[in-house]
């Protein structure tokens, strides 16, 4: 939402300098993210009158403009078609450095010397209009500082807004938070609407199909309006807010729409077609033009504004072709009404139309500020088109919408916030923003309906914090108060996996868990899933069911922007529906993930992540948490090669899963490179945990370290083979680890070598060699009966 700075001084009064009027916008929550000063490409600009035009020899494109600028005439080349002699035009001279970052210079072009250039508003940064020379009215003085005769010295204040304060969508709404940081009283435009004697409920009547969606709707007329440019005061306003100028009749609707948050839609009145208006569902199939000439096959999730017979608008969301105002348009029809924020909704997504009426309206317009702006447009009408406006509105309200009363507690409220905030200053505050309270230990306060998102205690509580000063609220010293929650197990847990993966090099991505549907079937069609009914995209139409969708996803963007060699991990939610019993699943797992090449150091050169980097942080962990001996048991899954796909178990508990995503769901992701995942069920990994972290007194007794190299079929588990060793030395055998895992020439075909140390140790007496010896033998019996295998000794 873009707002100008003397807008806003407008509106409130005040006389603050632009970086502290956002600094403290923002500071209460209305964040003010960018300052443009709209003159900064004005500098070296001045008002110029074209007098004559001449041909330039060897070019139909460009003319030579000699063009008074006051102190001087200047030859200036110039090719827009709309230039002609005796127009008063923007002239930037040399030196002035405009919009593209082009400086103005003295150039020869065939032959003839160009001393400045004739401007567009889009090379002014003005506007985006590029079409011709901006022609500016006849009364500007010839040698003015441009921005000195168009008033514009001024800023564009762009503020990113929060979801639930659709009242912030309008300069009122900014100035209301405005006004109430100085506690003033803010200054609404003020106008007498002037009627005719003839009554608009004689020509027009307004029925409502369907009340839910529609709630409030009403319609005036105004007759003998002129279509033209609008006056530069109005112009001015809606380019300080991003809106491009198209004629006084849309820009008024315009105006009033950023000046007040309600959408505001003129019918050409003649081209309507009757004298009746009905709000009802689009039938299945019908079709509709927009104005932006794209026809439409509708269905009744689209609302329509009808003359009783055809759709003429889709409410909320832009008008039809047929009924839009040109410049041939006499008599309006002025429509200000009130719509459901979840039709316009589905309205909107059906039709693929994002405009500026249905951003407000779904998020919520004040429905009872709708007399309101439809009486400031017919003012405007009266006064910059010339219109008649015909007596009264005809206001069809079914539905009425009332304001919403909350019980409010200072002491609570001082409580939460750790505050001492006196009652009369809470009343104050409420006051301000244009609440209504009643009573004082509780307040009754009504929040008027152009606040939605107020409905709760804890939303007053909000407003007195923000609008006080977050700044005023003291650091809390422990951690107390009405709001104190202890530390969940599950969070102590999760941080210090975080600490535990971010130590060994790995990453953190966060998603939000929303997935598209048509690739989560990609990796496992079988698994079920929770579709969203209404979902903010198309690409995001349910509920991830596995981790390992949003990992892909996050590689593909990373290798996208080249950057290939990848270590990370989330922690986050699965979702399932309900199973047999109803019970609905939120399942919290860890992701680890690795691809492309480790980084090279002075002592270890760069090699390909694999299997065994996602292995080696799980057994860390393992260690690190006290979980039981890890497994690895071959389980096929359906977004796992074959040969690398693992279940992994600590005891007879199934604690995630592990393997090589298949090339197949790589294509579809457009990953060209190995992806190693494993996927981690939290609540498992907690239950399987040390509640603390036990002191182990170091070894005082010598370790006999030795080593295996065997080789065995390459369908051998090397989880197997470990976990047998282990067995045979039982308590002698302190760690089992693999050191070198080989396929290649000196093996034969079909074969791997593996390397496996073995440290010998006991904690209550040293070992003999002779009892060291004899175990060692014992394994190497095992080995070559169990696994086949060739015990190597070079």
């Avoid at 008074?68 to 002699?85: M, T």
């Avoid at 069911?545 to 290798?559: E, R």
């Avoid at 071959?634 to 693992?646: K, L, R």
């Avoid at 209550?764 to 009966?785: F, P, T």
């Amino acid at each position: 939402m873009k707002v100008s700075y003397h807008w806003l001084k407008e509106l409130t009064g005040l006389d603050w300098p632009v970086e502290e009027m956002a600094e403290r916008l923002t500071l209460c929550g209305t964040a003010c993210e960018d300052i443009v000063s709209t003159s900064r490409y004005l500098d070296r600009v001045v008002v110029g009158e074209v007098l004559e035009l001449h041909p330039v020899p060897g070019a139909d494109k460009i003319r030579r403009a000699v063009t008074a600028i006051g102190s001087e005439n200047l030859d200036i080349i110039c090719g827009a078609p709309n230039v002609a002699a005796g127009q008063k035009v923007p002239v930037a001279l040399i030196g002035a450095k405009l919009d593209s970052g082009f400086e103005v210079k003295k150039v020869k072009i065939k032959g003839v010397t160009s001393c400045g250039m004739i401007c567009s508003q889009a090379e002014l940064g003005i506007s985006d209009d590029h079409s011709g020379i901006w022609v500016l009215d006849d009364d500007a003085t010839v040698g003015k500082p441009l921005a000195e005769c168009l008033d514009y010295d001024d800023y564009i204040l762009d503020f990113e807004l929060t979801p639930d304060r659709a009242d912030s969508m309008s300069a009122i709404g900014i100035a209301r938070d405005l006004a109430a940081l100085a506690s003033v009283k803010i200054r609404y435009p003020s106008f007498d609407l002037e009627e005719s004697a003839e009554s608009a409920a004689d020509h027009i009547q307004v029925s409502i199909a369907d009340e839910e969606a529609c709630p409030r709707f009403t319609a005036r007329i105004i007759r003998d309006v002129t279509i033209g440019p609008s006056p530069w005061w109005l112009q001015k306003k809606l380019l300080s807010c991003g809106m491009r100028p198209i004629s006084n009749v849309v820009d008024i609707t315009n105006l009033v729409m950023l000046e007040t948050g309600n959408p505001v839609h003129a019918f050409d009145l003649d081209r309507f077609g009757s004298d009746e208006v009905l709000v009802r569902r689009a039938v299945e199939g019908e079709k509709m033009t927009t104005l932006d000439g794209k026809e439409h096959t509708l269905t009744p999730d689209v609302l329509l504004i009808t003359n009783g017979k055809e759709g003429k608008a889709a409410a909320g969301v832009m008008g039809g072709e047929d009924s839009e105002v040109s410049s041939e348009t006499r008599n309006i029809l002025l429509e200000v009404a009130y719509f459901s924020p979840s039709v316009i909704r589905k309205s909107r997504r059906h039709l693929g139309i994002i405009s500026e009426a249905s951003s407000r309206f779904e998020k919520g317009v004040d429905p009872n500020n709708v007399p309101g702006a439809s009486a400031r447009v017919a003012h405007l009408f009266h006064d910059v088109c010339g219109g008649s406006v015909l007596k009264g509105v005809v206001d069809c309200y079914p539905k009425r919408i009332d304001p919403v009363t909350v019980s409010f507690r200072p002491d609570r409220c001082n409580k939460v916030l750790g505050t001492d905030i006196r009652p009369e200053r809470m009343k104050q505050i409420f006051a301000d923003l244009e609440f209504e309270v009643d009573g004082s230990d509780p307040m009754k306060v009504t929040a008027p309906t152009f606040r939605h998102d107020i409905n709760l205690e804890i939303d007053l509580i909000e407003e007195v914090a923000r609008v006080e000063g977050y700044d005023s609220i003291p650091d809390a010293q422990e951690n107390i108060g009405p709001l104190f929650t202890p530390t969940h197990e599950e969070d102590v847990f999760e941080d210090e996996v975080r600490r535990m993966m971010t130590g060994a090099g790995f990453d953190e991505m966060i998603s939000h868990g929303l997935v598209h549907s048509r690739q989560a079937a990609i990796i496992d069609s079988g698994l079920p899933y929770l579709k969203i009914v209404n979902p903010v995209s198309e690409d995001l139409d349910m509920m991830r069911n596995s981790l390992v969708h949003t990992g892909l996803i996050a590689v593909n963007h990373n290798v996208a922007h080249r950057n290939m060699d990848l270590r990370l991990f989330e922690i986050g939610k699965a979702y399932f529906p309900p199973d047999p019993d109803g019970l609905w699943l939120e399942d919290n797992r860890l992701m680890i993930l690795v691809t492309g090449n480790s980084p090279a150091s002075w002592r270890n050169a760069s090699r390909p992540f694999d299997f065994y980097d996602v292995t080696g942080a799980i057994e860390s962990m393992g260690e690190h948490f006290g979980w039981p001996s890890l497994r690895f048991e071959a389980e096929t899954a359906p977004y796992y090669e074959e040969e690398v796909s693992f279940s992994i178990r600590c005891g007879d508990t199934e604690i995630g899963t592990i393997g090589q995503i298949t090339e197949t769901i790589l294509k579809k992701f457009d990953i060209k490179q190995p992806v190693h995942i494993a996927e981690l069920k939290i609540s498992d990994l907690i239950k399987l945990s040390r509640d603390l972290s036990e002191f182990e007194p170091l070894p005082i007794y010598p370790a006999a370290p030795r080593d295996l190299a065997l080789v065995v079929n390459e369908t051998v588990q090397v989880g197997q083979v470990l976990e047998r060793i282990r067995s045979v030395a039982g308590d002698m055998a302190e760690t089992v680890d693999v050191f070198d895992y080989y396929k290649g020439k000196q093996i034969a075909e079909g074969m791997k070598s593996v390397g496996i140390a073995i440290v010998f140790r006991l904690k209550h007496r040293s070992l003999a060699s002779q009892e060291i010896d004899k175990v060692q033998l014992d394994i190497i019996e095992m080995l070559q009966r169990e696994f086949k295998a060739e015990i190597r000794t070079k």
